[in-house]
């Protein structure tokens, strides 16, 4: 007769006497691992508006707000074995900010790919697989939880990295540039002792790439596949919210406005990096806005792709609101965020119309879009009242008003960039490419909004 499985089917009695790590040696890995998912968040901040390549923009998108949930998570694990909890708003070793001092002077999308996915993203899952398997399976049970979670993530990522890496090193002089950064970074990582710092330390180091202390670049860029990236042209709210459209119109027009949200992202990337003195909670939150912004506009992707549309050709998808938030504060820039959001909400005019739209148009693709868009808003109107308006002192509807001023104040702007190219109403050839017939929507308003 077989017998029960014993230690609730975690290890055998043999696999769970194997001494693993102590409780101290957990806190000073962890310190080290949760300062380097910071880190690692704080570089995609800076990269996702200036790289150009859109494909870069969403997997950084998402990686950052994997890094903001995963050293979440290890600073939880911490607390639960030390009290008081150790500090870990500072470095636990000035090597480790060294390291991401010299990754952070890649000039190219070669070497951010290079550094971040060829380097520091392989190292940091070769590290939590050792540590996951080090760990004893039920006396440390906690632990080899979160590792898990933590090492399929990282596992994902390091495969979008490989491809990644492979995609932009086809030429013998990307290839060159990526080995020499690569071996750059390699020796700084060893000379932090790897990720866990339990590795030989190397003495000699190249010299350093940092020049001056580094300022982030925060201005949005897009590649030369986006035809009208300086096209600051914007009739597809108009047409989206015309009845006197036909309903195949306007969920085109509403796709076309979920793939230009990636100005969204854009500039919450200066709105969160900038933010000082939040809890980590904060992190957390707004970095999960900002994916679910990059989401959007991947949402639209979808569906121009399912289509066979040439999205990046006949689609203005420019970064304007991105350039125009950028001359407002960091609060500022989070208080117009804070209206567009609350605007979404009536039924009349927001949300539900959109996904009402989409399913009488009987656009299962588009519906879908829609009804995840709209969940996703109804998220971020709570995360805007819970770290906006404390800021404000305001009221919501005095917020709201406040919102719109400033998102006002910037409407001229885009003057200074309207001469990079021809702008135009794009939108009657593009439903005539696309659709096969002229535009339903006869009068455009295209001024500046």
Not at 339 to 358: C, D, H, V
Request: contains cysteine.
């Amino acid at each position: 007769m077989s017998s029960i499985p014993p230690l609730a089917g975690l290890a055998t009695y043999a696999e769970a006497a194997v001494q693993g790590y102590s409780v101290e040696e957990n806190v000073s890995r962890f310190l080290r691992y949760a300062w380097i998912e910071k880190r690692a968040m704080e570089v995609g901040l800076y990269w996702l508006a200036s790289t150009p390549e859109w494909e870069v923009k969403e997997a950084l998108g998402l990686h950052l707000s994997l890094d903001a949930d995963h050293a979440a998570d290890i600073r939880v694990r911490v607390a639960e074995m030390r009290n008081p909890l150790p500090r870990m708003d500072v470095s636990p070793d000035p090597a480790i900010d060294q390291f991401f001092a010299e990754l952070l002077t890649a000039e190219t999308t070669v070497e951010k790919i290079i550094g971040l996915y060829g380097v520091l993203k392989p190292a940091l899952l070769d590290a939590y697989q050792r540590h996951y398997a080090h760990a004893n399976p039920v006396i440390d049970q906690p632990t080899r939880r979160m590792m898990k979670h933590i090492v399929l993530d990282e596992e994902e990522i390091v495969a979008w990295g490989k491809l990644a890496v492979t995609a932009v090193t086809q030429s013998p002089s990307s290839q060159a540039q990526a080995d020499q950064f690569q071996a750059h970074l390699q020796a700084y990582l060893q000379a932090m002792g790897g990720i866990m710092g339990d590795q030989e330390k190397r003495a000699e180091l190249p010299p350093t790439r940092v020049k001056a202390p580094f300022t982030p670049d925060y201005f949005p860029n897009r590649d030369d596949r986006f035809a009208m990236k300086w096209n600051f042209v914007n009739p597809q709210r108009q047409v989206s919210m015309n009845e006197d459209v036909p309903l195949d119109e306007r969920t085109l027009a509403l796709m076309c406005r979920r793939i230009v949200e990636m100005d969204v992202p854009e500039y919450m990337t200066r709105i969160i990096a900038e933010s000082e003195g939040e809890p980590w909670e904060y992190y957390v939150e707004m970095t999960r806005q900002l994916w679910d912004e990059v989401r959007h506009a991947s949402m639209g992707t979808i569906y121009f792709e399912n289509r066979g549309v040439d999205w990046k050709r006949l689609i203005a998808i420019h970064p304007g609101m991105s350039i125009r938030l950028g001359t407002l504060t960091v609060q500022e820039a989070h208080n117009v965020l804070f209206a567009i959001e609350q605007n979404l909400m009536p039924a009349k005019t927001g949300k539900r119309l959109e996904y009402e739209i989409s399913v009488n148009a009987n656009e299962p693709l588009a519906a879908q879009i829609q009804d995840y868009d709209w969940a996703d808003e109804v998220l971020h109107v709570h995360t805007g009242r819970k770290w906006l308006l404390p800021k404000t002192g305001l009221p919501s509807g005095e917020a709201v008003k406040k919102g719109w001023e400033l998102r006002a104040s910037t409407v001229d702007v885009l003057a200074d960039y309207e001469d990079r190219g021809e702008q135009k109403n794009w939108w009657p050839e593009f439903v005539l490419a696309v659709l096969g017939r002229e535009t339903a929507h006869e009068e455009f308003n295209l001024a500046r909004m």
